[in-house]
């Protein structure tokens, strides 16, 4: 499956942006789809992760209240809204995919996307 992130941008603290990732390739429906992030000289770090119907989702508490995974099987795409945006969610963001983990290991999802880069300025 191929993976294509787009939403970034320059959004100042406080403001909302929506990413996508749009899988192409296999069927979409098959895969776990998860959120990373990394920050300049920083690991990369679990953002949030949507089971393959949409019925679950887990997000990482330093994002929790504030950021929302979805996904639109029709549309072969997964979504993460971010609210209440913070200086430090500055990062390039990843959408990874995998057809049987489920989980916040980065090293587990078998697919990657090209990232998309999130600037928040104070």
């Known amino acids: 499956v191929q993976l294509q992130a787009s939403g970034g941008g320059l959004v100042q603290a406080g403001g909302s942006l929506r990413l996508s990732c749009t899988a192409s390739?296999?069927?979409?429906?098959?895969?776990?789809m998860g959120w990373f992030r990394q920050a300049p000289g920083k690991e990369r770090e679990f953002v949030g992760c949507i089971t393959r119907s949409g019925a679950s989702t887990t997000h990482a508490d330093s994002v929790k209240g504030r950021f929302t995974i979805s996904r639109d099987n029709a549309k072969n795409t997964v979504y993460l809204q971010m609210n209440s945006l913070k200086p430090e969610d500055t990062a390039v963001y990843y959408c990874?995919?995998?057809?049987?983990?489920?989980?916040?290991?980065?090293?587990?999802?078998?697919?990657w996307g090209q990232g998309t880069l999130v600037t928040v300025s104070s």
């Open positions: 990874a995919a995998d057809p049987y983990y489920s989980g916040t290991n980065g090293n587990e999802y078998d697919y």
């Open positions: 390739g296999r069927t979409f429906s098959r895969y776990v």
